[in-house]
């Protein structure tokens, strides 16, 4: 038998052809590999082997084994087509009957002997019966789908787990699985054969089988993702960047320039951003803060820190209203170092920068204006999740010295997420909120308190506050029973709050329109504002106090708290409301967690835990690998291959040739996924 390699392509294997390779490809298998690691979800236990004289007059599962004696297709009275049987065993006889499925007449024959598993019970004259059972003819080969742990898979239309569980257990016998992790990696973490694990992940004997074999597999995917982790930081260290100079008193004096005082976390983020400027490689942090918690001043303190130096420096933020607010925000505080506005360049629109400014401000945009980047030491990032990897990678690369980052989110990151998916930077994070800082109340409105909900806004307006009105859809959904910001738009205009003055934004529009809306309603030329969640980072209302969220249980819970920091922003009362038709238990239980909970990080956790990162996230969009064993929120296999990865790193890559090509491997198919 002639071996095949692992990047075969599964087109070439038997029984699989091109309309097989095309709805393969929908479950993301094109190699031999990828059906190899197309791992069961869950398995179901066929191994006990009833009498057919032992079944019940319940419906339950029953696993049998028998002969057939007679086997034939017959037309029930309305059309519709049954295959029915008789089997038996030495204890009595059974009937089973399949559902559209004639070729069964064919391919099975008197006599033939078979294991049937599915719910069966007793009919009325006594003999148990089996509706739609599964079944496995029995030779001389061992069986692969009845009579054992039986792994079930992620299908697609055409595409059965028995199908895929053949062709997989047919591929098994023509490849080699290599092992690629050094032994002494495999006795310190007592880890499984690789090839052996791959087998038993598939067709395991038992249930602990079957977790070792996951822990091999899962041990696998997270080292690569911390061997990728720190060759990046190898590849930062071995850059040059300006070191700049701390004074010792720089700090200190940054505090003094405020009328407040700053909170403790603010000033130790401070230090450990300042302290990594000093170092002759360059900076790659990510400052992550609540709404409100002060981020903005720690930043600025290290771009000073680059003027002070008289080298240049860029601020990139999502839109350009944000741009236009920290441009006022910074010229503030700068101006009370000596700097003026011929110092700080905003740059949005058209503009066209000041060539002698000393600090940049605009949108990511800025990266592509000609001679910025290549002139600046320090970039500081807002919102950096709205910021791609290739966009970082440009800002390292850009000039002859390389760049400090200081990415900055409002996005809570749990740990487990810091450690296996944002590894390569250093995190910063403000875990206190200044004083005087209202939390906004937070209500879950139901349908028949809604007029009672716009009676109360009607009153914060009149008071000359602003409201946001949040719709998960920009227009009507014939599919989707909830509201969108159009139809809403609409009925709130027409009915609700006709005497006011209400703008629509949504993500259709050309972001000038957007940015002409959001001035308009920062200048209180509207009262109410609805949106889709497009206004879920970016926006500085200081006088908007009430935020509604239309279909609610749509929603994240990390992106509620993301979309309620739009309010409570200045010095008045805030509130926000949930409106909701929640079907289940747990997204009630959710929203309520929620509704309760203020703590941005308490919240990341719960909804990481209850969801998934891909649903919390986005995967593809933040960058989460897609794990098939592993789990991202498992702290100790993450802690566990770190701590394997760094030993690796440390001993030389080259040490290791089959690591290193297999690290090759997983990091372009990770820069393809981005």
């Given at each position: 038998m002639t071996e095949l390699p692992l990047d075969t392509a599964v087109l070439e294997l038997p029984y699989v052809g091109e309309v097989y390779a095309k709805k393969l490809d929908k479950l993301g298998i094109i190699t031999i590999e990828d059906l190899l690691h197309h791992l069961p979800f869950r398995y179901e236990d066929t191994s006990t082997i009833s009498k057919i004289s032992t079944i019940g007059i319940l419906p339950t599962i029953y696993t049998i084994k028998a002969v057939i004696l007679d086997i034939r297709n017959v037309y029930t009275r309305y059309g519709k087509q049954l295959t029915e049987?008789?089997?038996?065993?030495?204890?009595?006889?059974?009937?089973?009957?399949?559902?559209?499925?004639?070729?069964?007449?064919?391919?099975?024959?008197?006599?033939?002997?078979?294991?049937?598993?599915?719910?069966?019970?007793?009919?009325?004259?006594?003999?148990?019966?089996?509706?739609?059972?599964?079944?496995?003819?029995?030779?001389?080969?061992?069986?692969?789908?009845?009579?054992?742990?039986?792994?079930?898979?992620?299908?697609?239309?055409?595409?059965?787990?028995?199908?895929?569980?053949?062709?997989?257990?047919?591929?098994?016998?023509?490849?080699?699985?290599?092992?690629?992790?050094?032994?002494?990696?495999?006795?310190?973490?007592?880890?499984?054969?690789?090839?052996?694990?791959?087998?038993?992940?598939?067709?395991?004997?038992?249930?602990?089988?079957?977790?070792?074999?996951?822990?091999?597999?899962?041990?696998?995917?997270?080292?690569?993702?911390?061997?990728?982790?720190?060759?990046?930081?190898?590849?930062?260290?071995?850059?040059?960047?300006?070191?700049?100079?701390?004074?010792?008193?720089?700090?200190?004096?940054?505090?003094?320039?405020?009328?407040?005082?700053?909170?403790?976390?603010?000033?130790?983020?401070?230090?450990?951003?300042?302290?990594?400027?000093?170092?002759?490689?360059?900076?790659?942090?990510?400052?992550?803060?609540?709404?409100?918690?002060?981020?903005?001043?720690?930043?600025?303190?290290?771009?000073?820190?680059?003027?002070?130096?008289?080298?240049?420096?860029?601020?990139?933020?999502?839109?350009?209203?944000?741009?236009?607010?920290?441009?006022?925000?910074?010229?503030?505080?700068?101006?009370?170092?000596?700097?003026?506005?011929?110092?700080?360049?905003?740059?949005?629109?058209?503009?066209?920068?000041?060539?002698?400014?000393?600090?940049?401000?605009?949108?990511?945009a800025l990266l592509y204006k000609t001679g910025i980047v290549d002139s600046i030491s320090l970039a500081v990032i807002d919102e950096q999740h709205r910021f791609g990897v290739h966009q970082r990678e440009k800002l390292t690369s850009a000039s002859g010295l390389a760049i400090h980052t200081l990415t900055m989110t409002a996005t809570p990151i749990p740990r487990t997420l810091a450690l296996s998916i944002y590894g390569d930077l250093d995190i910063s994070r403000l875990t206190e909120m200044p004083p005087g800082r209202m939390e906004v109340t937070t209500s879950i409105v139901p349908n028949t308190k809604r007029l009672d909900m716009y009676a109360f806004i009607r009153s914060e307006i009149e008071q000359g506050r602003q409201v946001f009105v949040i719709c998960p859809l920009v227009s009507l959904s014939d599919k989707l029973n909830v509201k969108s910001a159009e139809e809403e738009f609409e009925t709130l205009k027409k009915e609700h709050f006709a005497d006011y003055k209400i703008g629509l934004l949504h993500g259709q529009q050309k972001q000038a329109e957007k940015d002409l809306l959001l001035q308009a309603f920062k200048d209180k030329e509207y009262d109410v504002l609805v949106a889709t969640p497009v206004v879920e980072v970016g926006i500085d209302i200081p006088n908007a106090s009430v935020i509604v969220i239309e279909g609610a249980e749509r929603f994240g819970l990390a992106q509620l708290h993301q979309l309620r920091g739009r309010v409570g922003r200045g010095k008045h009362k805030s509130y926000c409301f949930l409106l909701v038709s929640p079907h289940t238990t747990e997204e009630k239980e959710r929203l309520k967690v929620f509704a309760k909970n203020h703590n941005g990080l308490d919240i990341a956790e719960y909804d990481l835990q209850s969801r998934g990162p891909g649903e919390v996230y986005g995967a593809k969009q933040s960058g989460i690998p897609l794990l098939k064993a592993a789990s991202p929120l498992d702290l100790e296999l993450i802690e566990k291959t770190a701590m394997a990865a760094r030993k690796l790193s440390s001993d030389g890559l080259d040490k290791y040739p089959q690591v290193e090509r297999k690290l090759k491997a997983f990091a372009y198919i990770t820069e393809q996924r981005n």
């Open positions: 049987a008789v089997v038996e065993d030495e204890t009595g006889l059974a009937s089973v009957v399949w559902f559209n499925m004639p070729y069964l007449s064919k391919s099975l024959h008197k006599d033939t002997r078979l294991m049937l598993s599915g719910k069966a019970s007793l009919e009325d004259m006594g003999r148990p019966k089996f509706v739609s059972p599964s079944y496995e003819v029995e030779n001389s080969k061992p069986s692969i789908h009845l009579g054992k742990l039986t792994g079930m898979y992620p299908e697609t239309k055409g595409v059965t787990s028995k199908w895929l569980r053949t062709r997989i257990h047919e591929t098994m016998h023509k490849v080699t699985v290599p092992e690629w992790l050094p032994p002494e990696t495999i006795d310190t973490y007592e880890l499984m054969a690789l090839s052996k694990a791959v087998k038993s992940i598939h067709f395991p004997d038992a249930i602990e089988e079957q977790n070792k074999a996951r822990q091999r597999l899962a041990f696998d995917e997270m080292i690569l993702i911390q061997l990728l982790i720190q060759a990046k930081r190898a590849t930062y260290r071995k850059e040059t960047a300006t070191a700049f100079s701390l004074e010792q008193d720089f700090i200190h004096k940054y505090k003094e320039s405020f009328s407040f005082p700053l909170t403790n976390s603010q000033i130790t983020t401070t230090k450990e951003i300042l302290e990594d400027m000093t170092k002759a490689y360059p900076m790659n942090r990510l400052l992550q803060g609540e709404v409100g918690s002060g981020k903005t001043i720690v930043a600025v303190a290290a771009l000073l820190q680059v003027l002070e130096s008289k080298k240049k420096a860029a601020f990139m933020v999502p839109t350009s209203i944000l741009a236009g607010q920290h441009y006022e925000s910074c010229l503030m505080t700068l101006q009370k170092f000596g700097y003026t506005e011929n110092d700080i360049s905003l740059v949005v629109g058209g503009k066209k920068p000041n060539p002698d400014a000393k600090l940049y401000i605009g949108t990511h």
